[in-house]
């Protein structure tokens, strides 16, 4: 005779494999669900790592267009000083050169001559001396002998090379003016109307300064290619 299944054992079974069958299902949830937030939280890593390779990417390149700004802006200076001291220079060699050759003039007896007819001739004429205004002239100590054309103004010394401006200086002093030496290492003259204080210098420092107030532009105008 065969046995019939006990009913409370097949119940027991079918619960147990039941029961097996939700726990399996239960595991299998649960593991894609922490299969998802791994994934959820993988991407989020992916994402934040990304963001902030961008960030230091993006502050690098700041950082390389600051200092390719600044390296441009300090060639632009260094260019600029260079340039103006370039320039400053080449004013200075030209402003010593213009002094050097206006005193080269002062110093020959043909020039001095002729400022002393132009100047000091054309202000003894229109001083009018008989009123006693004073008219002083100042000459090169080492062109012309100041004390002895005081002493002797008709005898003036021949075959020297200022005998010609001493002659003119002693025309001068015999018409009342009062002759003085000038300042030491200065050539050219100067002429005073002492009662008007009036002084006009035709030495060669202030003559040299003229000239460089007019030619001084024009040359860095040269220089900068404003004149070609």
């Known amino acids: ?34 299969e998802t937030e791994a994934r959820a939280k993988a991407d989020a890593l992916v994402k934040q790592a990304k963001a902030e390779a961008d960030a230091i990417l993006a502050e690098a390149r700041q950082q390389a267009e600051t200092l390719k700004h600044a390296g441009e802006e300090a060639l632009r200076v260094a260019a600029r000083d260079s340039v103006l001291r370039t320039r400053d220079i080449l004013l200075n060699r030209f402003s010593k050169e213009i002094k050097r ?6 110093k ?17 004429d229109e001083a009018d001396l008989e009123r006693r205004e004073r008219l002083e002239l100042l000459l090169p100590e080492k062109l012309v002998d100041v004390d002895e054309l005081r002493r002797n103004p008709v ?8 005998d010609f401006v001493s002659s003119v200086a002693a025309g001068l002093l015999r018409d009342g003016v009062v002759l003085y030496p000038g300042e030491e290492h200065e050539n050219g003259i100067r002429v005073r109307i002492v009662d008007c204080d009036i002084e006009v210098d035709m030495s060669d420092g202030a003559v040299a300064e003229l000239l460089l107030q007019h030619l001084q532009p024009r040359f860095l105008a040269l220089m900068e290619g404003v004149i070609h």
């Not at 046995?3 to 119940?11: K, L």
Request: net charge negative.
């Open 1 to 34: 005779m065969s046995e019939t299944p006990h009913p409370t054992a097949s119940g027991v079974e079918t619960l147990l494999a039941r029961l097996r069958d939700e726990g399996v299902e239960a595991g299998r949830r649960q593991a894609a669900e922490i």
């Open 101 to 106: 050759l206006v005193s080269m003039e002062m």
């Open 108 to 124: 020959d007896g043909e020039m001095l001559r002729r400022l002393i007819l132009e100047v000091a001739g054309r202000l003894r």
């Open 155 to 162: 005898e003036v010394r021949e075959g020297s090379v200022d």
